[in-house]
């Protein structure tokens, strides 16, 4: 038995008790609890989601039209803060494609934390004192501490960040047109497990638009449109992949995104539900499991 949009206490309370065969989402502490238990341990199931988290940068504007300057605000950015803001929902991202997902460069390392190398970058573009930026993020717990958190470290480079929330209507109504803000929070979710389903909307130039366009950091590389476009009809997986490791390099230098991270699921399920493993993508498929209720 599972329930949707039930709270998450509850739902850990209503599993404890054996009214429910399994708990998603657990809250921080009802997560950091079980994780504790060694009898817990083989019931546990964390799978990285095909999706991507960070801050998105208007390219075609300043100061984010200087790729030194948006690499440098990636090299500004400390990481190992993430997974502690977010109670280890979460690992950091290089990139767009998750950890496991086809055609991810897993040779490409997260930017490290290096203020000294984020203001050399700044100095080199022009910006010697820095610059002052409005962030666009969500009215919501997890997203304004990730925003204050990156307030901090831009902070340390001379780069002073106003942080306006806005609510999710107004966020959606914002971002993606050129008007709208920009630098904001960013995300997208794969609706498929292939990376065609995050790179081509996300940064592909025909994906820029006036109005609600999905390439909202308004990205156009001519490289980079024919390695997707190639990509997208290749038949041979080797090949295939070769290609999306190829977008992942060039993304990776030009930097139109902050490179945030990407959100882990962690669901644990009672000792009887067997051959179960959280989905990249739905989450939850049950499609191979079975209750051992024997």
């Known amino acids: ?7 998450r206490d509850l739902q850990f309370m209503m599993f404890e008790r054996g009214e429910l065969d399994a708990a998603e989402r657990l809250s921080g502490s009802d997560q ?30 300043k100061p984010f039209d200087d790729r030194r300057v948006r690499q440098a ?11 502690k803001l977010l109670m280890g929902t979460s690992t950091p991202a290089h990139g767009v494609l998750a950890p496991g997902a086809f055609g991810r460069d897993d040779s490409l390392a997260p930017y490290p934390h290096d203020p000294a190398k984020a203001r050399a970058l700044l100095t080199e573009a022009g910006y010697p004192a820095g610059f002052k930026l409005d962030y666009v993020t969500l009215v919501d717990e997890e997203a304004e501490k990730l925003a204050v958190s990156l307030q901090a470290d831009l902070a ?32 997208w979710v794969g609706d498929y497990p292939d990376p065609l389903g995050l790179l081509d909307p996300l940064f592909h ?12 950091s308004f990205f156009s590389n001519a490289e980079l449109d024919g ?26 230098d030009e930097a139109p995104w902050i490179w945030g991270y990407h959100q882990l699921v962690t669901e644990v399920v009672h000792p009887y539900v067997r051959d179960y493993r959280p989905h990249p993508v739905w989450i939850r498929d049950y499609t191979t499991a079975w209750l051992d209720l024997g």
């Open 227 to 252: 390695i997707l476009d190639a990509a997208r009809g290749e038949v041979d997986p080797d090949k295939r992949a070769m290609l999306y490791r190829r977008a992942e390099k060039l993304l990776y």
């Open 73 to 83: 605000l990636n090299y500004a950015l400390d990481k190992r803060k993430i997974p």
């Open 32 to 61: 950091r609890w079980i994780e504790q238990q060694p009898a817990w341990a083989p019931y546990l199931k964390t799978r990285v989601l095909m999706n991507v988290y960070g801050s998105r940068m208007n390219t075609r504007v």
């Open 156 to 187: 340390e480079v001379g780069v002073e960040m106003t942080i306006t929330p806005i609510t999710f209507s107004a966020y959606n109504d914002a971002v993606g047109k050129r008007t709208g803000p920009a630098f904001s929070l960013g995300g």
């Open 1 to 7: 038995v599972i329930l949707q949009n039930v709270p």
């Open 205 to 216: 130039s025909r994906n820029i638009a006036d109005d609600n366009a999905s390439n909202s």
